[in-house]
């Protein structure tokens, strides 16, 4: 590793502080995120840090004047040198320069920030056709959201959240304790703020502070097409308000469909049933059937058996967040009658006479009637 002075770019009498100013400004060049092509930054980075952590406390720095990095064993040694940062690069920069003053972080107020707001959950129930067709459904819950007296702030009327002075705005209060391998830095959520680094002097009245109030919401939430009972749609950013400003979370819609009384669903196909009669169905027929699209013509042919099943193609379910529909299939269901009146059953007796058939049982009809007539 090279000269710890050479790295840091001061000669070897600098002073405590003109060691820390050089440290800022080598830091900001080579900090990899102002660097992101070059792989070799963090590398760099790290060597730098190592060198201020050892020219910034004098007892090290009498040792590695006399002896160099031999002096200062461990902490010059690439393996120990994640070690010091604690989790890392971001803390030990954030804790030297007050977290929003770094790079890439823009505005960025403190590490943690004001917490998001929670997770909200929510079911809805449908129509059968609202599923399968989708729908705009109007869904109200109460919901933590922004306060409009203190626009979020928290903070009274004509007053504003102040810095906490406890971690100067920054959310994150910095830690330094020795250890063998040197000043160890190592940061944590400030008490004070909670880590949202400002607090309130004056509280607004309305939500005490919090920044939210709990209200009816009403959301219109667009149900997509095809959706089925325990589907869930996630409305990102419709959850709970964060409070003191904080991003608000998500909201889960968890669908429940009521049942439809002639179509059950089998995934995106349609199954009914028509019933015909025994005629029908060995003469063939046609039907009006009474689909989600409107009514169709079924034509029955000559002959059709019990459980025959119709295939309407298209007809179905449309695909969720895809092409094309499911099928809708019709089975046939064949009625006998059951309350037949004399001249019909002597139509089918005649019918089961001329096709050499067994009809009738020992609880009436013909073979019953034979026998009184000789008794
Ligand atoms: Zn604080
Ligand atoms: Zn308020």
């Known amino acids: 590793m090279a000269d710890y002075y050479d790295l840091l770019g001061v000669d070897r009498s600098a002073t405590a502080d003109e060691i820390k100013k050089a440290y800022r400004r080598r830091a900001r060049e080579l900090h990899p995120d102002a660097n992101p092509d070059d792989p070799a930054a963090e590398e760099r980075f790290k060597e730098l840090a190592t060198a201020y952590q050892v020219l910034s406390d004098d007892q090290q720095r009498a040792r590695y004047d ?71 459904v109007p869904v109200t819950l109460k919901l933590p959201q922004r306060c409009d007296d203190c626009s979020g702030t928290g903070a009274g009327e004509g007053t504003k959240p102040v810095t906490c002075v406890d971690c100067n705005g920054t959310g994150q209060v910095r830690r330094v304790r020795q250890s063998v391998l040197g000043q160890m830095v190592t940061t944590a959520p400030c008490g004070r703020c909670g880590g949202i680094g400002e607090v309130i002097a004056t509280p607004c009245q309305t939500c005490r502070g919090d920044g939210r109030v709990t209200l009816d919401k009403t959301y219109q939430v667009d149900v997509p097409a095809g959706v089925d009972t325990g589907a869930t749609l996630r409305l990102t950013q419709r959850g709970a308000a964060g409070p003191r400003g904080g991003s608000a979370g998500d909201l889960y819609v968890h669908i429940r469909v009521a049942p439809h009384a002639r179509y059950e669903r089998d995934g995106i196909d349609l199954v009914t049933r028509v019933p015909v009669s025994i005629a029908q169905a060995a003469l063939g027929t046609r039907l009006d059937l009474p689909t989600l699209d409107g009514d169709e013509e079924l034509s029955i042919p000559a002959g059709t058996q019990p459980g025959h ?64 007539a000789f008794s």
Do not use: K, Y
């Open 66 to 136: 006399r002896f160099g990095e031999a002096g200062v064993a461990g902490a010059g040694g690439g393996a120990g040198a994640e070690d010091l940062f604690g989790s890392g690069l971001g803390d030990i920069f954030d804790a030297f320069f007050g977290g929003g003053s770094g790079f890439g972080g823009g505005g960025r107020r403190g590490p943690t920030g004001p917490p998001r707001g929670q997770d909200m959950e929510v079911v809805i129930d449908l129509d059968f056709d609202q599923a399968v067709f989708g729908a705009e």
């Open 309 to 372: 099943e119709f295939v309407l193609r298209q007809r179905g379910v449309p695909r969720l967040q895809g092409r094309g529909r499911g099928d809708l299939r019709v089975v046939v269901d064949v009625i006998v009658p059951t309350n037949l009146t004399d001249a019909e059953t002597e139509l089918l007796q005649r019918f089961a006479e001329g096709r050499s058939e067994e009809v009738g049982s020992s609880g009436g009809g013909l073979f019953s009637r034979i026998r009184s």
